[in-house]
């Protein structure tokens, strides 16, 4: 078996055992789908979750020098023009030029093996040419042109207003040319055209953009914190949410998806020891991918070379993990200088500047940006735990999530689900432990066997069964462990 082959099926097998399951189903599936998109099931929600707050804790609340903010979806598209994601936030695509299929031209190279690092959008279509290369059915390829990622809407009741005078004004002034003089032709056509650019220009004012990323909430918010708590530099804000990018080619599982999760933090610095904070963070970074279980030897610091880095970014280190699919972008640590602040300081009108307390001294502060992308955490969550072993010489699948992230901590179950006595007894375990922990599970379905087998494929660390022993004897009960597989008897007091 190859090792191109070994990893689709690594892959398959996670897409479909999270599916079946109940991790992760695609969006809209019963139509049909929506590319790009992912829904998220009950045991989906709670490794998500789990993954988020450890980050929440290990970044926000068990420090002194972080903020957390959560700022709206929606917001005023001058943010976006300022930040430069209205002209720049754009990714080559071409096009196949019989199907008219569309590909992202980076991704077309990457697949037939070209390395695109520093490559600009002219040196991709030459490199398309001179390789001869095809769109996948086999057909000549277009020039690349840009394409911005943003989604947009219009706020406020307009769209849908604006739609219907435009028609109305034009079939009017057909209608009037018809019998008309050329006077009165002209008149009408002069009319239709007010009305359309009217109608243009309102959708101008009243478009939005989803937000691409949380980053841009936060520095919106700098003032505002800064004006609130006033917090000794370097500080830093943290977010957490949703983002959203029109991706040309969502791929990949839950890697590159449409609508996705952030968790951001923009750290506050004077320009002066940016570099010590940045380490910091970097450690800090680690700290975090090994609470989260993942093996040290998968992943890897890429330093992104300056022709390859946002043209604000004076440092960046992206974090690669061995995925299923191969070394790819976990996260991004990026030094941003003073790029976003200033951005909003010479167009807002505000001040964006920082005063150190006690002195005149002030400057607008310099930005160290951890970006992490929760998806592809759990992308990097569930490859790390997807674990085939033998017992007993049965092929066996589970799920070694470390017990903090898994989604069900205990599973309760009565040995035989037909003996009420056994069934009442196990629902009082059940009780305490739900009680204590929350995530525990009820599982009375099949034989034990069968319900370990279940388990295991859902990462839950201890089964706990009540059987006759627990009644008749000593009150103890089996605890099995998934790991080990190993069962031991223990008293309904020291479960916990
Ligand atoms: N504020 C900086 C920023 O957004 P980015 O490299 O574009 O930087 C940060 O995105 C992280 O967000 C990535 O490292 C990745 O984990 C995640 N991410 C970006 N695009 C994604 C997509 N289409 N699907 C899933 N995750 C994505």
Not at 31 to 50: E, F, H, I, M, Q
Not at 381 to 403: H, Q, W
Request: some cysteine; glycine content about 6%.
């Amino acid at each position: 078996m190859t090792k191109a082959h070994e990893r689709n099926t690594e892959m398959e097998n996670l897409i479909s055992l999270a599916k079946r399951r109940g991790f992760i189903y695609p969006g809209s599936d019963v139509y049909g789908g929506l590319s790009g998109t992912w829904d998220y099931g009950p045991l989906g929600v709670a490794l998500k979750r789990n993954i988020m707050q450890l980050w929440w804790k290990m970044f926000v609340d068990d420090r002194e020098d972080m903020y957390g903010v959560d700022a709206a979806i929606l917001m005023n598209q001058k943010v976006w023009q300022a930040s430069g994601h209205v002209d720049t936030f754009v990714d080559p695509l071409c096009e196949d030029t019989v199907n008219h299929r569309r590909y992202r031209t980076d991704h077309i190279l990457k697949d037939a093996g070209v390395d695109v690092e520093g490559f600009t959008m002219q040196q991709m279509d030459e490199a398309i040419k001179e390789k001869g290369i095809k769109s996948p059915d086999g057909n000549q390829l277009s020039k690349s042109r840009t394409f911005n990622m943003m989604f947009e809407t219009t706020i406020g009741p307009i769209s849908s207003d604006v739609d219907a005078m435009d028609i109305t004004a034009l079939r009017r002034a057909v209608d009037r040319s018809k019998n008309g003089s050329a006077v009165e032709i002209e008149a009408w056509t002069e009319i239709a055209e007010k009305r359309i650019n009217q109608g243009l220009q309102e959708r101008q004012t009243a478009k939005v953009y989803l937000r691409p990323e949380t980053a841009q909430g936060i520095f919106t918010n700098y003032k505002n914190v800064v004006d609130s708590f006033y917090p000794d530099l370097p500080f830093g804000l943290a977010q957490q949410g949703k983002a959203f990018r029109n991706e040309i080619a969502p791929r990949d599982f839950i890697f590159r998806s449409r609508e996705f999760e952030q968790m951001e933090i923009e750290y506050f610095v004077n320009p002066e020891n940016w570099e010590e904070s940045f380490a910091a963070l970097l450690k800090d970074i680690h700290a975090y991918l090994e609470a989260l279980g993942l093996p040290a030897d998968k992943i890897h610091e890429l330093e992104v070379a300056s022709e390859d880095r946002a043209h604000y970014s004076k440092r960046t280190i992206d974090i690669e993990y061995d995925f299923p699919i191969g070394k790819e972008e976990l996260l991004g640590l990026a030094y941003r200088t003073d790029f976003d602040l200033k951005n909003i300081h010479d167009n807002s009108g505000k001040s964006m500047e920082y005063t150190i307390k006690g002195t005149n001294t002030k400057f607008i502060p310099h930005v160290i940006e951890p970006s992490f992308g929760v998806e592809r955490a759990i992308m990097a969550v569930l490859s790390a735990a997807y674990t085939e072993d033998e017992v007993n010489g049965e092929k066996r699948v589970v799920m070694k999530f470390p017990e903090h992230l898994a989604p069900i901590k205990y599973a309760v179950s009565p040995l035989l689900k037909n003996k009420p006595e056994l069934v009442e007894k196990a629902r009082d375990v059940y009780q305490i432990l739900k009680k204590k922990h929350g995530a525990v599970m009820w599982d009375d379905n099949g034989n034990i066997g069968k319900r370990y087998r279940r388990q295991d494929e859902i990462g839950t660390p201890y089964c706990v069964v009540i059987d006759f022993e627990t009644i008749e004897g000593d009150g103890t009960v089996t605890i099995r462990d998934r790991d080990t597989t190993e069962q031991k008897r223990i008293s309904i007091s020291d479960l916990s």
